[in-house]
């Protein structure tokens, strides 16, 4: 594997999917496996009660520089200063107003949250360290 970092400022041409948030285990971030008492991590094996799983911001993005387009994900507590909060207490919000709304997959983002975060970084310039 090349270990080779480097920085790429680039724009942002699109956002990949609607899942920003992933359930994920907090000893290796891999995604866990939920069903409605328990999660499971496949990779490290770690499992618990589903309610105490944590949760980690994923955005893929597809960005373009001078010369290529590229298709990037960016993890973690870096995107918290776009979002305003932790994926944890976006997590919360999501299942909170898909409850309220009487959405049957409380874990799906609404699209007004999906529109607001094409908004934020769709047309942007941001420096990827790659």
């Known amino acids: 594997m ?3 970092r480097g920085l790429l400022a680039a724009s942002v041409i699109s956002v990949q999917n609607s899942c920003f948030i992933y359930p994920a285990c907090q000893k290796c971030f891999s995604r866990l496996i939920l069903d409605s008492r328990r999660f499971n991590c496949v990779k490290c094996g770690c499992t618990g009660e589903a309610k105490d799983a944590s949760y980690r911001y994923r955005l893929s993005l597809k ?7 590229f298709d990037i ?3 973690g507590s870096c995107l918290d200063p776009f979002f305003g909060v932790t994926a944890e207490n976006l997590q919360r919000c999501i299942q909170d107003f898909n409850q309220l709304s009487g959405e049957t997959n409380t874990d ?3 699209g007004v949250l999906v529109q607001a975060v094409e908004t934020c970084f769709i ?6 360290g790659v």
């Open 2 to 4: 090349n270990s080779v």
């Open 63 to 69: 960005i373009a520089d001078t010369n290529d387009l």
């Open 73 to 75: 994900t960016v993890f």
């Open 108 to 110: 799906a983002p609404p």
């Open 123 to 128: 047309g942007k310039r941001f420096i990827f």
